[in-house]
C-alpha cells in the first residue's frame, strides 16, 4: 500500500472512532436525563421501573391532601379517575396547586409503590392543562366508558 494511502486510511479510522466514541457518550448522557410521562394507571399497573426518574401526572385527587404540620412534607394522591397513586413531596407547593386540579410530578417511585417527587407543577389557569395528562385522562374516562362505569373526569 501507497505510504500516503496508508495516512489517509488511518485518519479516516481515527475520525470514525472519534465520531463513534462522541455518539456513544452523547446518547449515554441523553438517556441518563430524559424524563419519560406515565399516568396514575401504568404506575398501578407495575408498568413502571422502581427508582428511575420519571413524570407521573393526573388530578389531586379530592380529600387526599395531608399536610405535615411540623414540616414542609405534603402527602397527596394523583387519579387518572381509573386508577390512583399516592405521592410524597417535601417542599413548597405551587401557589396553583390544589385539589380536583391537575399536576405533573417528578421524581422516583420506590419500592413500596409510592411515588416520592422531588417537583411538583401545577396547570397555570383554569384552561391549561398539560398534554400528557389530558392524554391519560381522556384515556381512562375512555376506559371507564366500555367497563360500563358512570363516574365522568372534570371538564375544563
Given at each position: 500500500m501507497h505510504p500516503i494511502r496508508k495516512k489517509r486510511l488511518t485518519i479516516?479510522?481515527?475520525l470514525l472512532a472519534g465520531i463513534g466514541v462522541?455518539?456513544?457518550l452523547t446518547t449515554y448522557a441523553l438517556r441518563q436525563n430524559i424524563n419519560l410521562f406515565y399516568d396514575p394507571s401504568q404506575i398501578a399497573a407495575g408498568d413502571v421501573p422502581q427508582d428511575v426518574?420519571?413524570?407521573a401526572g393526573g388530578m389531586v385527587e379530592e380529600g387526599s391532601v395531608i399536610r405535615d404540620p411540623d414540616s414542609l412534607k405534603v402527602e397527596f394522591r394523583v387519579?387518572?379517575?381509573n386508577s390512583s397513586v399516592p405521592v410524597e413531596y417535601n417542599g413548597i407547593l405551587p401557589d396553583l396547586f390544589a385539589e380536583g386540579q391537575g399536576v405533573v410530578a417528578m421524581g422516583?417511585?420506590?419500592g413500596q409503590?409510592?411515588?416520592v417527587a422531588?417537583?411538583?407543577l401545577a396547570k397555570h389557569d383554569e384552561n391549561y392543562m398539560p398534554p400528557e395528562v389530558a392524554d391519560a385522562l381522556?384515556?381512562?374516562s375512555k376506559g371507564q366508558h366500555k367497563a360500563g362505569e358512570t363516574a365522568q373526569p372534570q371538564s375544563y
Amino acid at each position: 500500500m501507497h505510504p500516503i494511502r496508508k495516512k489517509r486510511l488511518t485518519i479516516v479510522l481515527f475520525l470514525l472512532a472519534g465520531i463513534g466514541v462522541a455518539v456513544a457518550l452523547t446518547t449515554y448522557a441523553l438517556r441518563q436525563n430524559i424524563n419519560l410521562f406515565y399516568d396514575p394507571s401504568q404506575i398501578a399497573a407495575g408498568d413502571v421501573p422502581q427508582d428511575v426518574r420519571i413524570r407521573a401526572g393526573g388530578m389531586v385527587e379530592e380529600g387526599s391532601v395531608i399536610r405535615d404540620p411540623d414540616s414542609l412534607k405534603v402527602e397527596f394522591r394523583v387519579t387518572d379517575f381509573n386508577s390512583s397513586v399516592p405521592v410524597e413531596y417535601n417542599g413548597i407547593l405551587p401557589d396553583l396547586f390544589a385539589e380536583g386540579q391537575g399536576v405533573v410530578a417528578m421524581g422516583k417511585l420506590n419500592g413500596q409503590g409510592r411515588f416520592v417527587a422531588d417537583q411538583v407543577l401545577a396547570k397555570h389557569d383554569e384552561n391549561y392543562m398539560p398534554p400528557e395528562v389530558a392524554d391519560a385522562l381522556e384515556k381512562a374516562s375512555k376506559g371507564q366508558h366500555k367497563a360500563g362505569e358512570t363516574a365522568q373526569p372534570q371538564s375544563y
